[in-house]
Every structure is written in C-alpha cells, then in structure tokens.
C-alpha cells in the first residue's frame, strides 16, 4: 500500500449560469491540470454551490438539449429537479436522490427546478457530471436510472465517525446501486468532526473529492475548504480523510478509459467524424422530438 | 491578440508563405469581444469588414414593430460586414453581435489596400469572396421566395451544420422567416421521420 497524495486543491471557479436554473462553478474541464483526459472518464464537474433562488411561478432550468456519447450523472443536495428526455423518460429528484442518465447513442432531455419547489424557492444545491462511456457503449440505447435516496446502501464507520454512502462503485465490500459501463466509484463522505475514513482506489484511477459541507484534511497534511475541490496524484492507492467540521465530501475515484476524445458542446466521442455525425443526427432529428 | 488563424486562413487561399504577408496582416487590428457586445449598431457608419478567429457573430436588422430579422450568422473562419455602409459611406442598417465571446479580425482599407499592391492575386481572391458573398445572397432571396420551410431548414443545416446548438431556435427562426413554432414544426416533422427507437 502506498499513499494517494494531494496533487492540487482547486478553488471554485466564477460561477456562471446554465440556462436559468443552475449557477455553476465548471471544475472540469479546465482550469489548472484538469481537462478530460486528465480526468478521464470524469469528463465535465459542474458545480451548483448553495445557492438561494426566490419563489418564481415559472420555473427555471435548462431548456431542450441534445447529448451522446456520456451518461450525465446529477446529484442533488439541496432543492428538487424535474427532467424529461425523448425516450420518454423522466422524474423528479429531490434532497438526496441521483439521477443517472445514459445518454449513449442520443437524447435531448431538459432540466427544471420542480414546479412545487419552484413557487417557494429556496436553498439550491447540486452536482452534475458526465461520466464518458468506453467506445463500445457511445451507441448503446439510452437508459435512465433513478436512485432514491433512501435506496443508497451505506457504511457506518468506526468510531462513529460518520457514514459513507454508496452510489456506485464499492466501498469497503459494500457495492453502489449505480450500474456502470466502467469501474467507476461515487460516493458521499459524511463525516462528523474529527471523524477519519479512509479510501482505497487503484493508482491509476483518477480520483476528486468535492467539499459539499464543511472542510476536511487529507493524509493529514492538506486542508480542503468548503466548495473546494482536491484532485488526488496518480501516485499510490490509498488516503484518509479527517471532517475538521461535520462535513459532506463528494468522492469520485474511475479507471481511465485512455480512449481519444473529441468533444464539441453536448457530445463527446472518439472522433471528429463522429461529432459531426452526431451534429448531422440532431439537425436531422434522429435524437427525437421533445416539446420546450 | 490575434491567435493566428487569419493569417494561416489568408495565407493557404492565396497560397503564400505566412512569412510573406504577417507584416501586412498585422497591420489589422484585433479585437476580443464579449458576448452580447457590438461590433456595428444601426445608424453607424461601418468601416471594417470582420474576420472570426474565435467565437460566433450575427448580423441582424430590427424592424418597425421591434422584430428581430437575422441577416446572418458568422461562425469561425467567416466574414462578415455590411458591403452597403462600407463602399457607399452610409449609416447601417444592421446590428453585428457577439453571440458567444468571440476573437475577431478588423480589416480595414488600408489591408486592402498593401495587399492588393503586394500580393499580385489577392484581387482575385478578394472578387472570390465577393461573389461567393453575391451567390449566397442570391440563393438566400430564392429560398425566401420560393422554398417551404422544410427546404430553408435543410439548406440551413447544410451550410451552418453547429448554429442549431450555438443559438436560441428564435434566432434560428428568424433567419429562415418563420415563426419558432414553425421551425418546431418542421424538426418536429423530421424527428418523426427519422427516430429510431
């Protein structure tokens, strides 16, 4: 066993609005060390930190959109969603609930607060990712899962220093309710203060840790703020984290899919070929039709 | 600050060495520009014709009642300008706005001007995209007297293949003469046909 290190804490960076619904802070891609293949298959982080939307009678969001060649992971902490894509699919998740969309071979789907939680407002919290999927899945079906919260399995820890929440992956024998195209591990640190976990993920897996709440330190030596974002060296398999306060730590550990990206808005595949395909499909309107 | 393209675009169409004509491009002036902000506003004069390194332009009119009507939109590599207020020293018409943050090229008189006395088939090259200019024109008056709304979307596709993903629908819409829902209708029209489950 030898240690993870820290390679870099990132600060949020300015916050910029998706659609009307969503003030994000991009991690991924971009910034410092931290484009898609550095991260692969994390291919995009964007992060909705706390943040209070007033009642509004017509609800925010993001309006009808296209994507192929990922699955677009939202976890929601704070506020409730509603989605709905052209296979038909769709839901609302809620405080605790992850919604795991496999976009693959195509849909257009969009994205609004819940009209109930819309009306009253309130705090907003949430994270979206996409998770990049190897070449023989970009055209697979598209499918959608819909986790509850109360559906997550979980770890209680030692020294009843908090909870560990399985979404996908594993986690000390304990498996994620997620299915994954690739080995990939989601989970949710809950910590209490001055309680440790610790991780085991193979070297070469790209691994973050996201500051949902609070702040913790990592190997002892690197504090991580709230908002903040720690991506962890491909140098050993293992770290431990201590909460300096109760905290809410986002943990995504994946294998690197070392497959070619090319990338352009919402589709990301292997080729160019393969993106303007995927242009000419949406003009032409092989994604579906879903109304605005 | 330029990030190169102009040059290597101006370079291989005229089949130059780069080296021969960077002193002449970089007497253009290059500007950063910020979503939403103008290049031209209407009741200007225009005295630039603008290249796309980065980024996107559109070009549109407002009519009396307040409605927006797209001339059109300039990805990378376009040009763009309003040839009436340029060559004829009129106040504009249009608007040229950044639809995303965009790296543009400001060519002026004086580029023409070297290049034409340097570079002995830059005239060519200039009448080229005059009439490529005069061409599009012509097919676009065509298809906005003639063709169904189908037809325009599929020439539309053709020729600005990304836009759909860049730009609100309205936009779309108003540079195909139709209403939004009309052009819902149409990609509606063409889902049906075309979705595969």
Not at chain 1, 58 to 64: A, I, L, Q, R, T
């Amino acid at each position: 066993m030898k240690t993870k290190t820290v390679e870099l804490v990132a600060a949020p960076p300015s916050p910029h609005f998706v659609g009307d619904g969503f003030r994000v802070h991009n991690f991924i891609p971009g910034g410092f060390r931290m484009d898609m293949k550095r991260m692969d298959p994390f291919i995009m982080m964007d992060y909705n930190s706390k943040y209070v939307f007033p009642p509004a009678t017509k609800p925010k969001g993001v309006g009808v959109h296209p994507h192929r060649g990922f699955e677009t992971v939202t976890i929601a902490y704070k506020g409730r969603v509603a989605h709905h894509d052209s296979g038909g699919g769709g839901g609302v998740i809620g405080e605790g609930d992850i919604q795991w969309m496999t976009a693959a071979s195509g849909v257009l789907h969009k994205e609004y607060h819940e009209e109930a939680w819309s009306k009253k407002g309130g705090e907003f919290q949430m994270v979206q990712l996409w998770v990049n999927l190897p070449k023989k899945d970009k055209m697979s079906p598209p499918k959608y899962q819909a986790i509850k919260y109360d559906t997550i399995n979980r770890v209680a820890l030692e020294n009843n220093a908090g909870t560990i929440e399985v979404i996908a992956g594993e986690y000390q024998g304990t498996l994620g309710v997620a299915s994954t195209f690739s080995p990939v591990n989601m989970m949710n640190a809950k910590l209490k203060k001055g309680g440790k976990a610790s991780f085991q993920f193979p070297a070469n897996f790209n691994t973050v840790l996201l500051a949902i709440e609070g702040s913790f330190i990592i190997n002892g030596t690197e504090q991580v703020p709230t908002d903040h974002l720690a991506l962890m060296a491909n140098d050993g398999d293992q770290f431990e984290v201590e909460a300096s306060e109760d905290s809410v730590i986002l943990v995504l550990s994946g294998e690197p899919l070392n497959e070619p990206i090319a990338a352009q808005g919402p589709f990301v595949m292997n080729t160019r070929e393969e993106i303007a395909e995927a242009i000419d499909d949406y003009n032409l309107g092989k994604f579906g039709h879903l109304e605005d | 600050m330029s990030s190169g393209k102009f040059l290597t675009y101006i370079a291989s169409h005229l089949n130059r060495d780069e080296a021969e004509i960077s002193s002449i491009v970089a007497s253009c002036s290059f500007k950063n520009v910020k979503k939403g902000s103008y290049l031209l506003q209407a009741n200007e004069h225009c005295n630039h014709g603008f290249f796309v390194e980065t980024g996107l332009l559109r070009q549109y009119s407002i009519d009396k009642k307040g409605k927006e009507h797209t001339i059109s939109f300039v990805p990378e590599d376009w040009f763009v300008t309003d040839r009436d207020s340029v060559f004829f020293n009129r106040p504009s018409k249009y608007f040229i706005q950044a639809q995303e943050d965009s790296q543009v090229v400001l060519i002026d008189q004086n580029y023409e001007k070297l290049m034409s006395e340097k570079i002995p088939n830059f005239a060519e090259f200039n009448n080229r995209l005059l009439h490529n200019h005069i061409s599009q024109l012509q097919e676009r008056i065509d298809l906005l007297l003639g063709a169904t709304a189908k037809e325009r979307y599929l020439h539309f596709i053709k020729m600005y293949p990304d836009i759909l993903l860049r730009v609100p629908q309205t936009m779309v819409a108003s540079y195909l003469g139709i209403t939004p829902e009309g052009l819902s209708r149409v990609r509606k029209d063409l889902a049906l046909k075309n979705f595969k489950k």
